[in-house]
């Protein structure tokens, strides 16, 4: 059985190659992830200011 769980990031901070991302948390709750980091060439010179990662595991 395939489960999945999808996490919204919104944009904290660019670094010299990377983009940081903190992630929205419900009140109460405690993060999945946290911090995430991607590369600036994934999105080239736009920074998006929301991003959306799904982890799926079997």
Not at 7 to 16: G, L, S, W
Not at 18 to 33: H, I, N
Not at 34 to 57: F, L, N
């Amino acid at each position: 059985m395939e489960q999945k769980s999808v996490v919204e990031f919104t944009f904290e901070r660019a670094t010299k190659n990377t983009f940081r991302y903190q992630e929205v948390v419900e009140s109460g709750q405690p993060p999945k992830v946290g911090t995430i980091y991607i590369q600036k060439w994934v999105t080239g010179t736009k920074t998006p200011a929301k991003i959306t990662v799904t982890i799926e595991w079997e």
